[in-house]
DNA sequence: CAGCTACACAAAAACGTTTTTGTTCCGTAC
DNA sequence: GTACGGAACAAAAACGTTTTTGTGTAGCTG
């Protein structure tokens, strides 16, 4: 049962059927060169009438550009997993990057893991790139370099200071917010769980906690969990963390992590949010569903998407000088660091 | 400041430094051909030193195979809406197929709809599609069939009895295993709330569901609303189903409907559970952070996305006869529908 | 009326592959 | 000694565009 390939029409087949050269067809339809303006009506009606469309490999071969980018998320890579419970983000990133890039008339390519052999197939052959949380010293963006393909990315490459064609939260400022927010509702002493990815965010939201303890006197109580290690890897920071005290809250910056440590917590006793408060930098499925909900960072996923599709377009066009784009974040109140107005007991 | 855009090495580059023709380089390298074994190891030791990778381009116009293939969502484009809040099955499928292309060197490209012009601009040369959800006689399939582009499609088009390439879930035995459900937790009477768009979902429900009513000596109580409607549609259509009478149950298929079906009653004094049990066919963001949280019928995503990429290479390489593939479903239980256990007055 | 310009279109080159068809060399059989 | 065949490679065609260069005609100038 072999399939017949039908091919669509060619621009030949158009020319002969307009009773003109290729040359024409091409200049009518893209409005280029010296075509009077009645062949040129003809020659788009005909080639309308046909459902002519330029096939893009030719199109692109010829021109060295194939009108599509890619998209390659870092932190899913090194979490080694693609069907994602609990890093939703991602996902709701690529469908809000493919409405953008639709509106310039480009294709979404979503592309894995651009280091592990063999290559996806034209994944060099594409426009540009979005990268999301680079590493430090990210060798994808490093292969991106040598080949000289534009890239923006999504929160910085750490181990590149000059590079600025980067969109990101103000992670400093968020966190600001959630330590205050924390405050607020009471904390005394915050415990901080970050995750051993060397990328921005775990650099940046550590580095203003650690500010924040010296402004506000307190002692730092920094963990770490590698982020694959999940709600697991939360769990046994959780009582590494009680271990330590009971602290007043606990701020978690994924939330799988902030899941495990609300777990931890709540099997050895207490409650949530009546003896200590949880919550997270990155929301997730699981931080929604867990009893009761726990309070995180929103990201505005439309926003970034645009403003990420936005910078790489520039920097194709090699238009404009390139500036970071930093993004407000919204911190979503939840039942886990809401004062108590019911009583538990 | 124009971007120097420096090409990777050429074919022609490999075939000069290892002194020998471009066609013993394709050869070489594709494994075709009669080249002795010492020159076939040279050329291959030459173009991995240079760092070469065939133009996907080139190799596409020649070979007409692009090695990408099309995902497309169409409820999402009757939604208008790609940041989506409360439709992530969509974003899910998305990462999970791009896991699984990965795994055959394909790449996957998210095309939004292929019926509005300007058309995505490769989207025609695509090797094969997955069409998510299509509608009754869906034009993006009446493109795809006219255009010979082989496909697949998440749930059947209604309109096409005798194509067998589809994937989904087994949806009237999974409104069987609901019904029973809350029968089993004491509703006698049940309303059912589906959607518009005219799909295989849609109707395999109500049928289903019209079924088990006649089974159960029950009369039916449908009510419709659109999918676009949302949160807000599902209070108006939980405002009507009041409007009959109270039921014992609700079953709406959207989650967001459910979660506006939810509040209608809970604004109105009734409590879910304890007065009316409310579950959704396809769980949401929505479904999920409601009070009390909604039940919901589960979909495993990873091997939806497995079964549609498998069939639809099938389909592509024209192997085996196509046949539909029926995955089962999961009622996730949650406290919308569980008898209750603690007094909640 | 020669020469120039503008116009409207056509021919051909180029993009980088894969594949089909040639070519050369060499050993062997008749 | 000529014919044959196979091994190892090279030349060239083809894929479908875009763009550069070419060509012929008409209108205008001096």
């Known amino acids: 049962m072999a399939r017949e390939l039908q091919h669509g029409a060619t621009i030949w087949d158009v020319a002969r059927k307009a009773g003109v050269s290729i040359t024409t067809v091409s200049h009518s339809l893209n409005g280029k060169g010296n075509i009077s303006d009645a062949t040129r009506e003809r020659v788009r009606s005909v080639a309308a009438e046909m459902g002519y469309v330029a096939d893009a490999m030719a199109r692109g071969l010829r021109n060295s550009r194939m009108n599509a980018i890619g998209l390659v998320f870092r932190s899913l890579d090194s979490l080694g997993n693609y069907g994602p419970n609990g890093v939703d983000v991602f996902m709701k990133l690529a469908g809000a990057a493919a409405a ?8 979404l390519m979503l592309v894995p893991d651009l280091t592990r052999a063999p290559l996806p197939p034209f994944s060099l052959s594409l426009d540009g ?19 000289g393909i534009p890239y923006v990315s999504w929160d910085r490459d750490p181990g590149r200071p000059g590079f600025r064609n980067w969109v990101a939260h103000d ?4 966190t600001l917010i959630v330590l205050d927010h924390l405050a607020a509702a009471g904390a005394v002493s915050i415990a901080y769980v970050g995750g051993t990815d060397r990328n921005a965010w775990n650099f940046d939201c550590e580095a203003a906690y650690v500010a924040w303890c010296l402004e506000a006197g307190a002692e730092p109580r920094i963990h770490h969990v590698p982020e694959r290690d999940g709600v697991e890897g939360g769990q046994e920071v959780g009582a590494r963390i009680l271990a330590d005290g009971l602290p007043g809250a606990v701020f978690c910056l994924t939330g799988r992590h902030a899941t495990g440590v609300a777990q931890a917590m709540q099997e050895r006793g207490f409650s949530i949010p009546g003896d200590v408060l949880v919550c997270t930098g990155s929301d997730s499925e699981h931080s929604r569903q867990h009893q009761p909900p726990i309070s995180a960072l929103d990201v505005d996923i439309p926003a970034a998407a645009a403003a990420l599709v936005q910078q790489l377009v520039d920097v194709m066009d090699g238009a404009k000088e390139p ?5 407000p974040a919204r911190f979503l109140e939840r039942e886990s660091t809401r004062p108590q107005t019911t009583p538990s007991r």
């Open 100 to 107: 953008e890039t639709l509106n310039r008339n480009l294709g």
């Open 129 to 147: 790139y979005i990268v999301f949380a680079p590493h430090l010293d990210d060798p994808v963006i490093a292969l991106l370099e040598k080949r």
């Open 171 to 174: 992670d400093a400022a968020s």
């Open 323 to 327: 500036a970071p784009v930093l993004l």
